[in-house]
Nanobody, 128 residues
Framework: QVQLLESGGGSVQAGGSLNVSCRISSYPYTNNCVGWFRQTPGNEREGVATVNSGGTTNYADSVKGRFTISKDNGKNTLYLQMDSLKTEDTGMYSC??????????????????????WGQGTEVTVSS
């Protein structure tokens, strides 16, 4: 059974940094896409960053130059380093992974509908 477990969220002042992690277990797909999404009440889920099994990364325009997605395949862990945080970065951050029906274009465009496995999320709060 595939499981995704996030950790590392918390509260920080604007301009600060946070690193969130996602441990992925029992994941069988060699060709894959994993990523981070965020959501705030009343808003649609937003694809923040993705990385495919070839190492190609894609970022939302709102986080380019500030966030870095990476993964450690040996540890089965996905990371999101968030620097120069802004109050608008506040939200529930969830990691996700694709299933058997990998859509490479969907990965690049960070479409949530293309991801079959999700973590519970970790809260990130950025205060002014």
């Amino acid at each position: 059974q595939v499981q995704l477990l996030e950790s590392g969220g918390g509260s920080v002042q604007a301009g600060g940094s946070l690193n969130v992690s996602c441990r992925i277990s029992s994941y069988p797909y060699t060709n894959n896409c994993v990523g981070w999404f965020r959501q705030t009440p009343g808003n649609e889920r937003e694809g923040v960053a993705t990385v495919n099994s070839g190492g190609t990364t894609n970022y939302a325009d709102s986080v380019k130059g500030r966030f870095t997605i990476s993964k450690d395949n040996g540890k089965n862990t996905l990371y999101l380093q968030m620097d120069s945080l802004k109050t608008e970065d506040t939200g529930m951050y969830s990691c996700a992974a694709t299933g058997w029906n990998l859509d490479w274009v969907g990965c690049a465009r960070r479409r949530a509908s293309g991801f079959g496995y999700w973590g519970q999320g970790t809260e990130v709060t950025v205060s002014s």
